[in-house]
């Protein structure tokens, strides 16, 4: 059983495989807060942060994690930024900017490189053992 307190009102809460980090009670409050800023820029697209905050009475960092999500999509007028989890640029999209993706990217190609190498050294190796068994069984 995977029991959690919940982040925002800190109830005590059974979390499902796959399933949010709230507990029910304000999983639903917030899909609520999502509906009404939703309706609103339906009415008013083009509107700003500030307004949409304004009129809906729903926080800032909630919208700005909407669109985190990629439940909201940030046009001109709706610009909210939050920090890069690698190195706190401001961003409007994802979890990191442009150059932590990039710096990653080549340290993955790095670490796949060094991985390949190491794996074709394996196979000679194997290659030279089973070479060598092949003859030992061939003299008996």
Do not use: H
Not at 39 to 64: D, F, N, Q, S
């Amino acid at each position: 059983m995977n029991v959690k307190n919940c982040p925002r009102c800190d109830r005590i809460f059974v979390r499902q495989p796959g399933a949010r980090n709230l507990c029910p009670t304000c999983t639903r409050e917030e899909e609520d807060q999502y509906e009404v800023v939703r309706t609103y820029l339906r009415k008013y697209p083009g509107a700003t942060v500030i307004e949409v905050v304004t009129a809906t009475g729903v926080e800032e960092t909630l919208i700005a994690k909407f669109i985190k999500e990629g439940r909201l999509e940030a046009s001109s007028s709706l610009q909210v930024a939050w920090p890069c989890e690698r190195c706190g640029t401001p961003i409007r999209q994802g979890n990191l900017c442009g150059n932590c993706q990039e710096e990653l990217a080549e340290e993955l190609r790095k670490a796949a490189g060094t991985l390949q190498e190491a794996g074709q050294k394996s196979n000679v190796r194997n290659r030279r053992d089973r070479v060598f068994t092949a003859d030992k069984d061939k003299k008996m």
